[in-house]
């Protein structure tokens, strides 16, 4: 981004460039990592759409809903899937998955209702064709 931002008028964001986006970008959303790359381009745009400021406190929610998921639901061993799905879904969706999962799991021991919101988090994901993997 650097060398860009110079070239391009000190920009801040790729989004703000004439020239967004350009070949830099060719086949950046295929590589799966541990730090997604899948949604750069999507998480561009919104940043655009809504304004950085606006996407700075979506993050931040994100960061919240992650950290309830984690504490209500963890089991040590699915902290990489909850942070994809995290990634992947939006606020409002994963809102209200997490609210759902608390009313219906209200009393089951932890390891079921681990399995719960991981199913519900999988259903979601199939039906709105977004690969958690």
Do not use: W
């Amino acid at each position: 981004m650097a060398p860009c931002s110079v070239k391009h008028g000190n920009l801040k964001y790729c989004f703000e460039c004439p020239e967004y986006p350009c070949k830099h970008y060719d086949g950046f959303d295929s590589y799966d990592t541990l730090v997604l790359h899948r949604n750069q381009r999507k998480d561009m745009q919104r940043a655009e759409e809504i304004g950085i400021d606006a996407y700075r406190a979506e993050q931040r929610e994100k960061v919240k809903l992650l950290n309830r998921l984690l504490e209500a639901y963890d089991d040590g061993k699915r902290q990489v899937f909850y942070c994809t799905a995290m990634d992947l879904l939006s606020v409002d969706d994963m809102q209200v998955i997490l609210d759902k999962a608390d009313s219906e799991t209200a009393g089951m021991p932890a390891s079921e209702r681990t399995d719960y919101i991981e199913r519900e988090l999988r259903a979601f994901a199939r039906a709105n064709d977004i690969s958690l993997k």
